[in-house]
């Protein structure tokens, strides 16, 4: 599953087209995202995210499916762009952004309309972010941001393509004042200051990072090893 906690309610979708809701972490209900699909099918939602008082759930092998809920419990769909395959979804500056692997990055100012933004496209976007005034992902080496959500700068650097890794964020964060990444296959993690320029630190497990979240002063990240269960954190001092 994935999970959202800045809301009304704790919120998690699952591969399996369901979701659930829970107000403590500890006893969950089950939501009607499943029953409120007009077609009734198992949809995997890989993530679910709340945004300016509400929740967006999306599904990265479905067309054009985000679901929205205004309670976390129950979901209607919004209608998004043709052939486009959202994988995240970011709100900031009075604007929703989501973004494809195949179809480069869409925009809404209301979550009904949808358009095509000036994005390259057939970048393997994978998480979205906005903080210090700016949108930010990480495809193939390359930082793409944006201060309006239409008009996106590329800024390749070899940080991000140490030992040619072409290094593309699994998920990035904004928490405590910067940016931090995590990556596919690699066992580096990324860090900004301004979201543009990046540094590398080397994580001494080797865990396939595929997400990572902050709280309670630290970064915390899980790898896709369920054999070893692996996690690591970084405590925020000063």
Known sequence: PSHDIQALYYVAVSANGKSA??????????????????????I?????????????????????????????????FLNLVNGFYPNDVAYG????ISI???????????????FKSNAPLNKPWKSLVYGNCKFVTIANGCVYYSYNGVDWIENC???????????????????????VASFYNSNYVGYSYNGIDWSISLVQLFGGWTSIAYGNNR????????????VAYSIVTG
């Open 157 to 179: 650097q070899q940080s991000l393509n140490i030992f040619n890794l072409k290094l593309t964020a699994s998920k990035i964060i904004y928490g405590n004042n910067m940016f």
């Open 44 to 76: 995997p939602y890989t993530r679910v995210i709340s945004l300016n008082n509400v929740y967006m759930a999306v599904s990265r092998t479905f067309e054009k499916t985000i679901a929205l809920s205004l309670n976390g419990i129950n979901w209607t």
């Open 219 to 230: 970064f915390v990240m899980i790898g896709d090893d369920t054999a070893t269960g692996k």
């Open 93 to 96: 500056n009075n604007v929703y």
């Open 21 to 42: 809701y829970s107000n403590n972490g500890i006893n969950w209900s089950i939501g009607t995202l499943y029953e409120d699909y007009p077609l009734n099918e198992k």
């Open 100 to 114: 494809s692997s195949n179809n480069g990055i869409i925009y809404s100012y209301n979550r009904l309309d949808w």
